[in-house]
């Protein structure tokens, strides 16, 4: 349980030290690892120490149900009760961290597979010729119902003709129908 609040404690504190507009990167981080060390400490050494910890005062003379435990010391039977949950929390504080980082690939793995609509590669080649294919198939089978149903069938545009080439004046230039016949303005009039 300790666990886990100091992990969602983690969480939260990495977003909310982007909030604080520090300057530098390590203001930033030492920020942000004050404000958790200091939580971990209290739940793990305040709380979990002073559980069942009593200093000789009854419940009613302090008001709190707080260090009205069984024990005064730390002794064998403490440590027994207390000291596991303690060891506990400890372990599962310095595994927490790596945990999250030994997983994250797996888990973006899954998250890329989910977006991907289980898929697995997207990009490849074959993905994209069979996903042509599929679009072509899907387009023949149209013509094939119309043409069943009696449907007008399809027209294909029709290939442009590549629009003719300009001389730099902008007038088109036709090429000579015969080239013997390629006569410049000169011979024309004498032709004549």
Not at 24 to 43: A, C, G, H, P, W
Not at 61 to 80: M, R
Not at 103 to 118: G, H, K, N, Q, S
Request: a negative charge; one cysteine or more.
């Amino acid at each position: 349980m300790i666990g886990a609040l100091n992990g969602i404690c983690v969480v939260l504190f990495q977003h909310i030290v982007m909030f604080e507009k520090c300057l530098t990167y390590m203001d930033e981080i030492k920020s942000m690892f004050s404000r958790i060390v200091i939580i971990q400490f209290l739940n793990i050494g305040c709380v979990l120490i002073f559980a069942d910890f009593n200093l000789g005062y009854a419940s009613s003379d302090l008001g709190i149900p707080i260090l009205v435990g069984k024990y005064t010391d730390f002794d064998t039977k403490w440590y027994y009760d207390v000291g596991a949950k303690i060891s506990m929390a400890m372990v599962s504080n310095s595994v927490a961290p790596f945990a999250g980082k030994v997983f994250e690939p797996l888990i973006v793995a899954v998250l890329r597979w989910l977006d991907r609509d289980f898929k697995k590669h997207l990009r490849k080649k074959t993905n994209v010729e069979e996903a042509k294919m599929e679009e072509e198939m899907k387009k023949k089978e149209e013509e094939r119902q119309r043409a069943k149903q009696g449907g007008p069938k399809k027209e294909e545009p029709a290939e442009e003709e590549p629009p003719a080439e300009q001389d730099e004046e902008g007038q088109d230039e036709m090429p000579p129908a015969n080239p013997d016949d390629d006569v410049g303005p000169d011979e024309v009039e004498t032709k004549q």
